[in-house]
């Protein structure tokens, strides 16, 4: 099993930048890909965007392509998700995942295992 911690959300208005971390521990070996989901109240979890965990390939929702950045630090075991251009339709609880499936990058949560716990990201407008 994968244990994964998120960190750094928060307020922020619209235009402004969050960065998000994801520690991960455990059977970090078995990682293919990671990923970040978000959702919002009332909406099922949606996929924001995934990188292979070797290769570095990445994928991103049309909807953040251009704004949101996803990269990783192999050696510390971590995830980032660097969030500029913020948008109110951007709030949501986002959290981070792992897979050891190379079917990840399609963006479904069902492709993933483990789970942070999320962390809160509120745009005001």
């Known amino acids: 099993q994968v244990q994964l911690v998120e960190s750094g959300g928060g307020l922020v208005q619209a235009g402004g930048s969050l960065r998000l971390s994801c520690a991960a521990s455990?059977?970090?070996?078995?990682?293919?890909?990671m990923g970040w989901f978000r959702q919002a109240p009332g909406k099922e979890r949606e996929f924001v965007a995934a990188i292979t965990w070797s290769a570095g390939i990445t994928v991103y929702a049309d909807s953040v392509k251009g704004r949101f950045t996803i990269s990783k630090d192999n050696a510390q075991n971590t995830l980032y998700l660097q969030m500029n251009s913020l948008k109110p339709e951007d709030t949501a609880v986002y959290f981070c995942a792992a897979s050891s499936k190379t079917m990840a990058t399609r963006g479904s949560p069902a492709d993933f295992g483990s789970w942070g716990q999320g962390t809160q990201v509120t745009v005001s407008s």
């Open positions: 455990g059977r970090t070996f078995s990682i293919y890909a």
